[in-house]
Each structure stands twice: as C-alpha cells, then as structure tokens.
DNA sequence: TCCAACATGTAACCGGTTACATGATTCA
DNA sequence: TGAATCATGTAACCGGTTACATGTTGGA
C-alpha cells in the first residue's frame, strides 16, 4: 500500500490532522489516488507505530481535540527512499473492458451504447481535469509552493492524455463496429459461438508453448515487491 | 466485482471447469483482469448458488474428478444485461503518480530514473501485446470464433494505445525535468518547500466555493453501482 | 429547524492475494 | 528424483469501502 507514502508526501509539506490530509488528497491527487478518513486515521496510528510520524494532541474548546502529526527523520528518509524505488506496473481491472471482450454476445446497439457512454465520461473527466489545472496553479501560488506545482500539473498531464487515447480508441472502435455486417451478430443477441473447450486448452497449450517465455499475459515484469 | 461476469463470459463460449477458466484468462484477458483459482472456485460455487450456472460431476479414473460449469438461461440474460448497461468510470490507484505528485523531494536523477524504468515497462508490455494479436488470431481461427476475435482485439489495441500515450508523457516529461535549473531541485534532496496548512485549507475551500460543482475530483459521473 | 463542517474513530464487509493442503501422473 | 500438470479447495491476510457512532458549532 501507498497510502501511507502519500501521507509521508504531504506531512513533509507541513504537520497536520487526519482530517487535513483527507481535505488535501480529495482537492490535489484524488483523480489518482482516493482515501477515506476511515483509512487515514488508523494508517496515521500505524505510522506513529512506526516511528515515521509524531502525534502531539492540541486540545480545543469548542471543537473535538485535533490530532496533529509530524514527520520525523525517519518518516522523510523513507518517503525518499520509497520515491526513488521504480514502481511496479499498475495492475489493472477494467470492467469495461470484459464488456468489449464478449461484445460478440450482445448487439451492435447495445455495445456502442456502452462505448458512447464511456466517452461522455471521459470528457467530462478531461473537463474537469482543465479546471483542475487552474486550481493547482492558483493553490500552489497562495501556498507558495510553484516549484512543486511543476509535478502536481505533471500527473494531471498523464490524466489528460490516457483519456484521449480513450477517446480515441472507442470512437474508432464505435465506427469499426457500425461497419460490420449485421449478420455478424446474428439475429438474436445471444447468439454466440461455442467452442469446444478440451481443444481449446489444447491450443492455448500449444501456443503457449511456441512462445519465447512469459508468453503473452500482462504481469511480470521486473516486480521487486514493495 | 465483474469476475462472476467474466467467469459467465467464458462459460457461454461452452461447459468447462474452473482449472480451464483459469487458463482461458491466462491467456486472454490477463491484460486487464487477474483471476486466481482460490478465487475463480468459490466465486464459481456462488454462481451456481444464484442459479447462474449448473455443475456436474465428472468422474475420472487417474486424475482428480471434474466439476465441469454450464450457464444456464438465467446465467446468459443476467450476463447480457451486464455487458449492455454502461460500466462505472474506473477508478484507479496509481503509485507511480504519487511518487511523481511529490517528484520535488528527490533529485532530477532519481524522478527520471523511475520514469525511464517505467517506459522500459511499458516497452516490454507493448512487444508483449504484439504477441498477443498473433496469439488471438491463431487462437481465434484454431476454435473457430473469428467473429469473437475483432472484440478480442479492441482490447488489445486499448492497451497499447494507453501505453504509447503513457510512453509519450514520460518522455515529455523527462525532457522538461531535465531541462529544469538544478537550483530548482535545491542541493538537499530533502529540500522541499513547507507550507502553511491552515491556510492551504483555507485556500482550498475558497477556490473549491469558487468552482460550479464537483469540483476538480476524478469520481462522480454518473455512478449507478453495480 | 435542519444540514454542513469540524474531528475522531470502530466494525462489518468485500474483492482479491498468498500460503497451505492433498494426491495422482507424467516427463525431463 | 524432482518438478510440472491436473484438479480441487481452505484460511489467513490485506487494502479499501460503507455504515455506524458521537457531539459541538455556525449558517441557510
């Protein structure tokens, strides 16, 4: 888990309350990283455990007690360390994409509905991530921290490009299903093709076998375990 | 969790067991879902329980017995229904983008090592997509489920494009924080700018007041829980 | 009057991974 | 001899989400 390294991040910025750090993570990494409270004060607590964070109680009056913590020297030698390890390859789960993978099951309309839908969100995400340039610029220049703007803006910029390539990719894929043959689907909407699944295996095994090693699937690939 | 829809997914291509389920996602959609049997089992059992899919026995001799998995009507319409109602936006957890948000803590040398290993990832990961066409196809034309392979494809070609688009950025990217003064960095690789967290709260909720709604957060668009 | 903000948490659950268990067969 | 394949599972754990609990203050 990570969470307690982007918890390290933002200490090294300044102390503060778990419910701080909740604020800061929804406004500045939330489209690549979400936490709820119920996650950070119990991470906090291990933190402290660890020796990486202090906790000193400010007790309020009218307000519940806050909890604010510290990076110590040990918590930033680790937040530098674990920043300069490479980072695994991300594994994914992309429920829409097994949704295109059996595409065949379902009808021409069906499925472009699901790709045009998918492309509304990716706009309006994209629109969002613009207004978010704005915000990092004007926080970064109220907070005085422009020097580090430069790499909050950076993981928007990623955000941006991986929903074009998005958009890109459905509307083609849109157009290259509304050229196929009705007859490709068939008539009914569950008419798909069986296979016989020993002789399959059968294949897979062999093709398998055929490949230079790892063959075709997406993990492995240098992992060093965090 | 779509497994139970990726499990049904397959078991519409025919009969099989959850070790040749296994398989099949091995090869097939590793790019985008992982599935361990210790997983794939119970998930299965579960599926039989809501009528989704029936099990029989098959008794053999020198191996363990088969518990061979068939869907059932109900297993295909809810499969349907799945795959044509649109899919939630993915949310994602992106650690790399946490070491990069916070890219001012360490030196020039160490964000762009981490970027640089990351494109080789992504190389390594698209020569390997390569492959994978070739496997579809072949796979595809062996079992006779060609008109499944052009949605088989799109899956593929998503992938790659994402990693060209991710490819790119890096590259970008290393090129801009190379050509960043070294005074930016500071000489201290702990040279990182604090803040007043009173006020960047302050901040926040000022511009977040400012903005027309939802503000700048990747979540929200349209949620309809699966 | 009622909701949001402040501020902290606990408990139950959920999807998924890792490790462990069993036991035969086949191939290097 | 020892690893890989076939074939099934259980149990512990882990990161994360949802729901619940508590109690004050200030603003619509």
């Known amino acids: 888990m990570s969470l ?33 409270l119920s996650q950070i004060y119990p991470t906090l607590k ?38 300069s390890r490479p980072a695994d390859p991300d594994q994914v789960r992309e429920p829409l994409m097994i949704k295109v993978f059996f595409g065949a099951c379902v009808s021409k309309e069906q499925i472009t509905r699901v790709l045009r839908h998918r492309i509304e969100q990716l706009l309006e995400m994209n629109a ?7 915000v990092i610029q004007s926080f970064a220049a109220g907070v005085g921290l422009n020097r580090e703007a430069f790499f909050w803006q950076l993981t928007i910029d ?5 929903n074009e390539a998005s958009i890109r990719w459905a509307e083609e894929a849109i157009e290259r299903i509304d050229r196929l043959d009705a007859s490709f689907f068939g008539t009914s909407p569950l008419h798909v093709g069986t296979m016989d ?9 062999r093709l398998k076998s055929e490949m230079p090693e790892g063959s075709f699937s997406a993990q492995a690939a240098g992992r060093t375990k965090e």
């Open 128 to 134: 969002r991530y613009e207004r978010g340039c704005s």
């Open 46 to 83: 291990q933190l402290e455990s660890e020796g990486l964070v202090e906790m000193k109680v400010k007790l309020q009056a009218d307000r519940p007690n806050r909890k604010v913590y510290t990076i110590t020297d040990d918590g930033r030698s680790e937040l530098v360390d674990w920043l």
């Open 197 to 205: 699944v020993r002789r399959a295996v059968e294949i897979l095994d």
């Open 158 to 162: 990623v955000g941006v490009k991986h």
């Open 4 to 36: 307690k390294h982007g918890l390290l991040g933002f200490l090294n910025y300044g102390p503060m309350t778990g419910y701080e750090l909740k604020k800061l993570f929804d406004t500045s990494v939330a489209h690549f990283w979400n936490a709820e």
